[in-house]
């Protein structure tokens, strides 16, 4: 006995149809017209889209970061993703300082493996790029399944890495079958702003934003760009927030330059006057980069429409309002980076983008879910609905409305930057593998039940 999704509207990157859909096992087996019901389970999809499983390409689950550790765990995090209609997520496992990249695999491995309730796969944020970790890397990608490596052009004497190493490290990336991912901001112009706003007393969360101009992440796309470009190697520059950036990528892209940019829905649906808020709930909205001026979402929504930008991910990184945010209730640099994202990512990008007229549904499938399969070596086993791949489905309510709130959201959170925000289109019943983990609300999942995903390699020709 099967499942057959029937009734429905079957959206990919590509295509629109009226079709049914057969599952058998933990595959699709039939995508038609109609689908006999014969003894197999009926869901019926009437009125709904029926669109590929959602894959967040940027999630930060468990992770220690800003002298404290991110709210949500495997558990939490995942259940968050799978309301929100996302059904694999590529965590980012953090290397530290003289360990191995394998060891910050295998670390992630255990947060994971019986906490999950959705597929998953690793990047590495690399914390400490040196010539040992270097030559790790080809057997990183061919041992363990995990083919891309984020590497900060920011955070000056904790993270961040020199030219030099960038460039080694795309090379060897890139010969390897690998995709390197920067975090392009400044790092030293940014030290040096943050040092003067605090020796001059300012103290609050908007300093956060005013001592990252856009003009530092403009900068350090341009520049990780051109040691690409002049190394061979592809580039994915994570969480573009602004013009400067996000022209930079367009200009190497014209240039026929294997450059794939992401962004997410904070830069799109938030903006700089967050910070303005009274008191220190402007602390929810620090994270980096900052959001920025509103003129810089017209520009991300046309090269989100348009392709310039390939990919978009929630980069979520949950911290609690008190107790950890709080961190940096009397110094903006010690506030923890990042907020709680990957419930909503699907939701906002579908409302504000195809109910609002900026994408069609075909781009909204392709951002969400397909470009992010492919530039991650997980496509076709993911990222669409087709004969073969696996059956993780989203059937979406296009007409179904919920208000965004830290009281109601599943994420492990007292705090949520979207909080008040309505949007019309939400996933009513989600699979994995052909497996229902959510019905109108309920939750049917079980945590140990996600899979890792060993990622295929990468090339210059992803998508
Ligand atoms: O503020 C952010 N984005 N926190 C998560 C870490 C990162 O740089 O992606
Ligand atoms: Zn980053
Ligand atoms: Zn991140």
Redesign the pocket.
Known sequence: MGTVIRGGTVITASDIQRADVLIEGEVVVAVAKHVPAADHKLIDATGCYVIPGGIDP?T?LD?P??GTV?ADDWRTGTTAAAYGGTTSIVD?ALHTKGDTLASAIMEWHGKADDKAVIDYSFHV?VGDMNEQVMNEIPHIVEDEGVASF?V?M??KNNLQVDDETLFRTLRLASDSGALVQV?AENGDVIDVLVKEALAQGHVEPKYHALTRPPEAEGEATARAIRLAEIARAPLYV??VTCAEAAEAISDARRRGLPVFGETCPQYLVCDYTDYERPGFEAAKY?????LRDKSNQTVLWNKLRSGELSAFGS?Q?SFNLKGQKELGLRDFSKI????PTIEHRMMLLYHHGVNEGRISLNRFVALTSTNNAKLFGLFPRKGTVAVGSDADIVIWDPNQELTISAETHHMNVDNNIFEGMKVNGVPRTVLLRGEVIVDKGEFYGTPGSGKFLRAGKIGRNAL
Do not use: I, Q
């Open positions: 940027h930060h992770m970061f800003g991110t980012f944020m984020k900060f920011a955070y975090h994570v969480h620090v994270m980096s980069p900052p980069d990184c923890p980076n990042g907020s």
